[in-house]
């Protein structure tokens, strides 16, 4: 799994960590948040202050990571 994420309520609520080219980056903040049909979209800060776009695809259960 690329995306680690806290799920209190339903599946994907809150990214906490991805893998990114082999290294575990965490998760500072969440920058914002929407939805699409059948998706979830996070644009996330990690610590080192990388942006990036996850994705997560709730008909196929993959996430996708973009850098940004």
């Not at 806290?6 to 609520?13: D, F, K």
Request: proline share 3%; net charge negative; aromatic share 12%.
């Amino acid at each position: 799994m690329n995306v680690e994420c806290r799920s209190e309520t339903a599946y994907a609520e809150k990214p906490v960590a991805l893998v990114w080219e082999g290294e575990r980056l965490e998760v500072a903040g969440i920058l914002s948040r929407w939805r699409a049909p059948g998706q979830i979209h996070f644009r996330v800060r990690v610590t080192d202050g990388r942006l990036f776009e996850l994705t997560y695809d709730e008909a196929t259960d993959e996430w996708h990571i973009q850098f940004l």
